[in-house]
């Protein structure tokens, strides 16, 4: 198997794109495509500061790296969950990236915020592990970003978990998930940083090449409350769609992007924010969310 562009050995085959790369050229490959897709959807611009979530997993990592070699102005943000062994391993991955790249690394502790780590909270609060961890993570992360001064808070999902979220959406005509399935959701209130998603045209296989291949080290564990056997069943519906006919996979995500996109915009024309009296910070309903947690558990425990 041979480089398409340079003849020498083939690291990896993209059958979506019939094509062979070796690999300083899938790395440029790669990096061609986050760049592609912060353009065409229009993500970010170069002078942007960008604060990415980064849980210690390959995406997060590899999207932190491709956005610092693109020349982007880019910090990384970990939350510690808590969740034993893994949280402990994810932390320590972040932890020697950051120091390994010379970047700046945010972290902030679920425990020192509401009281407990995110098993103990779960088993208090009557909602999925995932629920409640997505509220405390979207509410940390946008508090985090506007105390830094970032405009942007950058998050690692690739096309496989676009595409296998958009089916399962799609399949339930979950309109409510849809609208928010953009790879940019523009801020609409001068204190909730917009959110980007610079790997969504990016594969899961070219994810992982891409992290092989920079000797990027991260966490090959999964979440202990992940619902991996959903979302890998989607997944698979689309590889086999895909294996039929190459291409489909990003047709899929980018047709939808680009005809939805009235969507989106709706969506936020739709919602009107007001701030929180108790964290000032943009929310639907006051009290926010967090602050609805962090007030039911001071009210259980006094
Ligand atoms: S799998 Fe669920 S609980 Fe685990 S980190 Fe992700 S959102 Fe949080
Ligand atoms: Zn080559
Ligand atoms: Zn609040």
Redesign the pocket.
């Known amino acids: 198997m041979k480089c398409k562009k340079c003849g020498e050995t083939a690291v990896i085959k993209l059958r979506s794109y019939n094509i062979s790369l070796c690999a300083p050229h899938f790395i440029e490959f790669f990096e061609r495509r986050v760049l592609g897709a912060i353009k065409r959807y229009k993500l970010l611009s170069p002078k942007e500061r960008i604060l990415v979530a980064v849980?210690g997993g390959k995406d997060s990592l590899n999207t932190w790296f491709a956005l610092k070699k693109l020349g982007f102005n880019a910090d990384g943000f970990h939350i510690d969950?808590g969740?034993g062994d893994y949280s402990r391993k994810s932390r320590e991955k972040a932890e020697k990236f950051a120091h390994e790249i010379k970047g700046n690394l945010v972290i902030v502790e679920l425990k020192d915020e509401v009281g407990y780590p995110?098993p103990s909270l779960i088993k208090r609060e009557r909602r999925t592990?995932?629920a409640l961890?997505?509220l405390i993570?979207r509410y940390l992360m946008n508090r985090e970003a506007l105390k830094g001064g970032y405009s942007a808070v950058a998050t690692g999902h690739n096309l496989d978990d676009e595409a296998a979220v958009l089916l399962s959406n799609l399949l339930n005509w979950n309109i409510g998930y849809l609208t928010r399935q953009s790879p940019l959701l523009p801020s609409w209130h001068p204190r909730l940083a917009k959110k980007v998603k610079p790997l969504c045209e990016v594969t899961e296989k070219e994810s992982a090449a891409y992290a092989l291949l920079n000797r990027i080290d991260y966490i090959h564990e999964?979440?202990p409350?992940?619902?991996r056997a959903t979302s890998l069943f989607y997944k698979d519906i689309i590889n086999q769609i895909e294996w039929r006919s190459p291409g489909s996979k990003i047709r899929f995500y980018r047709e939808f992007v680009t005809k939805g996109k009235h969507l989106f915009e709706e969506k936020h024309q739709e919602e009107t924010l007001v701030d929180c009296p108790e964290c000032g910070l943009p929310t639907t309903h006051p009290p926010c969310a967090f602050c609805r947690l962090k007030n039911r558990i001071k009210a259980e425990t006094s």
Do not use: N, P, Q, T
């Open positions: 849980s969950l969740i995110l592990a995932c961890c997505g993570k999964e979440c409350y992940s619902r």
